[in-house]
């Protein structure tokens, strides 16, 4: 089954641990696509740009209704109307920039343009570049949790005894990750591939010359990646000059910012767990990383919000262009073919919240997350270190 470290170790694990053993015939891509209802692999144009729009609509919504609430109500109240505003907004911000991610995908709709024109709009309006990113996506969904050829959030091999491994492990060094994250995190990726292979650590999204990142055929799209990016800032930078730099900040770069903590927070809980094995080149396979990935939840009204981004993602990892309303409605069928080897953690709750256990969760899946390694002779699957 292949639970890896010692026989004691592997009592304590949970499910989460249980592996794919190899060879195995009963669960493929084939398996998982014939125990499948045919209609959920089905693009919808009505759906999916239905979404998109009311996305659009909701921003648009919560735009007007901080400034209403603004010249409406009393004073007092406005801090708490742009609180309200600055989260609703990043949930909006975030499920537009799935519905982009959607695209890269292939799973918008059946016609690549119509993917492509959506995906380069709607990412370079929240400064992601589209193309460079949708091509590093694809690595990461190829090589999920292979330890030197996977793409982002791959763990360090760091030793545990280390005093910057200890101090990351620790409650300061917990914070202060967890917030650079949410800061500055996913432009640090973008710049320097810091959460990729440690091989490729240094390559640029935006420079068309890394190797590590692109082929010489793709070195067009990445350009026209930075093309969307700086008509995107420089729409910034107009907005800035014509309302101020407040309004700006408060309107916009706040709840883009809060996006940018959501796509990064939440790619590193679909693929974290210490019960969770990351490979080497000799234990990986494609199904074993694809299965390897986690269904988590934020409740009903905000996993709706993401457009099942969190709660089937084990789905998404297998069938990358089933369009996200499908892969909802396949996670029970996903789920009773892979048996044990279905991962989800869907009962984290805090103050009976499961978006305040999910950030709880994110929280402890930092800390207890910091640096892996094999743990035994008998099992060469790579576990996270519990770090004292």
């Not at 990351?278 to 988590?296: C, L, P």
Request: overall charge neutral.
């Amino acid at each position: 089954m292949g639970k890896g470290g010692s026989a004691a170790a592997a009592k304590e694990r949970s499910f989460l641990a249980e592996t794919i053993p190899q060879p195995y015939d009963a669960i493929t891509k084939k398996t998982l696509r014939e125990a499948i209802p045919a209609e959920y692999f089905v693009r919808s144009y009505v759906h999916s740009i239905g979404a998109l729009v009311w996305d659009i609509t909701m921003a648009s919504m919560a735009f007007f209704a901080v400034h209403w609430a603004n010249d409406n109500l009393p004073a007092y109240v406005a801090p708490l109307a742009w609180l309200a505003y600055w989260w609703f907004q990043g949930l909006v911000f975030t499920g537009l920039w799935v519905i982009g991610h959607e695209c890269g995908h292939g799973g918008f709709t059946d016609s690549r343009m119509v993917n492509d024109t959506v995906g380069f709009v709607v990412h370079s309006a929240l400064l992601a570049p589209y193309f460079s990113w949708a091509i590093t996506h694809a690595k990461h969904h190829h090589y999920t949790n292979h330890m030197t050829m996977g793409e982002t959030w791959v763990p360090s091999t760091a030793n545990p005894e280390k005093k910057s491994v200890k101090f990351a492990a620790s409650t300061a060094g917990t914070w202060q990750r967890v917030i650079s994250i949410a800061l500055a995190g996913w432009y640090v990726y973008l710049f320097t591939n810091a959460t990729g292979a440690y091989q490729n650590k240094g390559q640029s999204h935006f420079d068309p010359r890394s190797k590590a990142l692109f082929k010489p055929k793709d070195a067009t799209l990445v350009r026209l990646s930075n093309l969307g990016m700086v008509v995107g800032l420089a729409g910034v930078v107009a907005a800035i000059s014509t309302f101020g730099l407040a309004t700006v900040v408060m309107v916009y770069l706040i709840p883009q910012m809060g996006c940018n903590f959501y796509l990064t927070s939440i790619t590193f809980m679909q693929h974290t767990h210490p019960d969770v094995p990351h490979f080497g080149s000799d234990e990986w396979t494609w199904m074993r990383g694809a299965v390897s990935t986690i269904d988590r939840t934020m409740g009903p009204f905000i996993d709706s919000k993401l457009h099942h981004i969190a709660d089937s993602h084990v789905a998404h990892h297998i069938f990358s262009d089933m369009p996200f309303y499908g892969a909802k409605k396949a996670t029970p069928y996903i789920k009773e073919h892979l048996g044990v080897y279905y991962k989800s953690v869907l009962d984290s709750e805090v103050l009976g919240s499961k978006y305040l256990g999910w950030l709880s969760d994110y929280y402890k899946m930092q800390k207890a997350s910091v640096s892996c390694g094999q743990t035994s002779s008998e099992n060469t699957f790579f576990w996270f270190h519990q770090v004292q």
